[in-house]
């Protein structure tokens, strides 16, 4: 009996694995038609383009301005994978709106509800550019036409999933995320701001003329959580990856970093430096308290490392 329980457990996970699916090909930038060598160059991602303006692709291969963690406008690992594409969401200088998009997998279908969610974190400050400018409204977008940088995306004020929050996280990914009940047969997907500058809310920074996001792991499914998890809905889901709920505070700290899992899972936590120097590692179930106060001031990165997965994430450590 038990054999054939697991037969149909298997059976039913492929099943609805093959009908809840991401329509997004290519969705965190991964596969390369070539590496990008300049700014400009979301084409290099294989499957997608600009469809206003030039938008720019940031891979590891690049290995120089280009690459990933470390590039011209930050300091952030991938979401997912080793790349990610960046453009502006609002520019004071002038109504700047660059937009990425491609052609999904397959045509949505009228009338059928879709989940749709994605990774974006504000650029950091850096020697090259001036401070980047939290705002809202970026979101995502779906048409039945596609566009290029001669015939961009119009701006109507209108995006089919977006957010009313300022993103103004530069240390970790915040996740977009929404439904939508499709009212025509859309072939394509767009990235960006969609909203003109009387619709946008932005924080001023000093020396702040952009604001400038990474964007990662996108996703649309017709599964409400297969988006979150990457698992139907319909699967228990005690054997298999899902999203961890991990709290780690305060951040930025200056003497203690508490990090608790709500999973109980025995995790391997590693603090390493922007360089990947590793300064701290220990097992530890449940919660731990780190003392961070022998630690110089500056960015640090903690990996978690349990049986199900790698998961990381940006400190900061201050020093008053």
């Not at 009338?111 to 400050?125: R, T």
Request: with cysteine; proline share 5%; charged share 15%.
């Amino acid at each position: 009996m038990k054999k054939y329980l697991l037969f149909f457990s298997l059976f039913l996970f492929f099943f609805l694995a093959a009908q809840a699916q991401n329509l997004v090909p290519n969705p965190s930038f991964e596969d390369t038609v070539a590496c990008p060598t300049t700014l400009d160059q979301i084409y290099n991602a294989t499957g997608w383009s600009s469809y206003s303006i030039s938008p720019d692709y940031y891979n590891v291969c690049n290995g120089g301005f280009l690459s990933v963690p470390e590039n011209v406008v930050g300091y952030q690992l991938a979401s997912s994978g080793e790349a990610y594409t960046g453009f502006i969401g609002y520019d004071v200088n002038g109504f700047v709106r660059e937009i990425i998009g491609r052609q999904l997998s397959q045509n949505l279908v009228i009338g059928q509800q879709y989940f749709v969610s994605i990774k974006v974190s504000l650029a950091e400050y850096t020697s090259s550019f001036p401070q980047f400018i939290p705002c809202n409204k970026i979101g995502v977008k779906f048409s039945t036409t596609s566009f290029s940088t001669t015939n961009p995306v119009p701006i109507n004020n209108y995006a089919h999933v977006y957010t009313d929050s300022i993103i103004s996280d530069t240390m970790n990914w915040t996740t977009i995320r929404g439904s939508f009940i499709a009212d025509s047969s859309y072939q394509y997907i767009m990235l960006g701001n969609f909203f003109d500058d009387a619709q946008t809310d932005t924080v001023s920074t000093p020396n702040g003329v952009k604001s400038y996001f990474f964007i990662d792991a996108i996703c649309v499914s017709t599964d409400s959580l297969y988006c979150a998890t990457g698992i139907p809905t319909e699967v228990p889901t005690g054997e298999f990856l899902v999203e961890r709920n991990i709290n780690i505070f305060p951040n930025p700290c200056s003497a203690i970093l508490s990090v608790e899992l709500k999973e109980k899972d025995e995790s391997l936590l590693t603090i390493s430096t922007i360089t990947g120097q590793k300064v701290f590692t220990q097992n530890f179930t449940g919660k731990i308290v780190i003392n961070t106060s022998t630690l110089p001031g500056g960015i640090y990165f903690i990996s978690l490392q349990s049986k199900k997965q790698i998961t990381n994430y940006k400190i900061i450590i201050k020093k008053f």
